[in-house]
């Protein structure tokens, strides 16, 4: 099994583009998760999804958008990218009362 | 979820057990005790959890005070693999709901050769 794959792995944005950050797992797993690190600090969280067609938003929601039209896919999309935003991404996924397994992350430049 | 209390760093010598502790005076019963590391430029893994009982897997062992006001994460044989960033994260287990996990700055634990 893949595990939680993420793409790009790298991206450099100028202030204003959009772009969709791809969250995809195999195990399927009804959990997934978006937070961004940013540089010395822990995980925010940034939108959650408990099944197909349900989404929430975390602590940090403001800038992004998500979608989860199957249980594979969580796409994470900035739509006006701002400095702000530089950051790690990463997505997460579990089932039903197990741990959450994280991707290898998105890093991402805004300038 | 509870607030938790980790060392912002600490080394260890290859080969000894590491001991990592976290304080979580205000921890509630149904909150469980959850440890991630971060190896650099990597994402978050999962070592250990647990709820009053001591747990060991292959990885480490988690040893829950009979207060469960603190813990302790021990890695029995350190490697130079082991230097990573570790989170103690306390947590409901629930099956549904917003339970994002909720990353303080963790410990960085270096393992000196």
């Given at each position: 099994n893949a595990g939680v794959t993420q793409t790009p792995k790298f991206r450099i944005l100028k202030i204003g583009q959009s772009m969709t950050l791809q969250c995809t797992q195999d195990m399927n797993h009804n959990y997934m998760y978006w937070y961004r690190q940013d540089p010395g600090m822990g995980l925010k969280l940034i939108y959650y999804s408990v099944g197909a067609g349900i989404t929430d938003k975390g602590e940090v929601p403001n800038g992004y958008n998500v979608s989860r039209s199957t249980t594979e896919d969580f796409p994470l999309r900035l739509e006006l990218a701002a400095p702000s935003q530089t950051s790690v991404y990463f997505c997460a996924s579990r089932s039903d009362n197990q741990p959450q397994h994280f991707g290898d992350g998105t890093r991402l430049s805004i300038l | 979820d509870a607030k938790t209390t980790q060392p912002t760093s600490m080394d260890c010598a290859e080969g000894r057990a590491a001991n990592l502790p976290c304080n979580h005076s205000t921890i509630s019963g149904n909150e469980y005790v959850y440890w991630y590391r971060q190896i650099h430029s990597q994402g978050p893994q999962y070592i250990i959890h647990?709820?009053?009982?001591?747990?060991?897997?292959?990885?480490?062992?988690?040893?829950?005070?009979?207060?469960?006001?603190?813990?302790?994460?021990?890695?029995?044989?350190?490697?130079?693999?082991d230097t990573a960033v570790y989170y103690c994260i306390v947590r409901v287990d629930s099956g549904g709901g917003a339970d994002g996990l909720t990353f303080g700055k963790g410990t960085h634990l270096i393992i000196q050769p």
């Open positions: - | 647990g709820l009053k009982n001591n747990e060991t897997n292959e990885m480490a062992s988690l040893i829950i005070t009979e207060d469960r006001k603190s813990s302790t994460l021990i890695l029995p044989h350190a490697t130079l693999r």
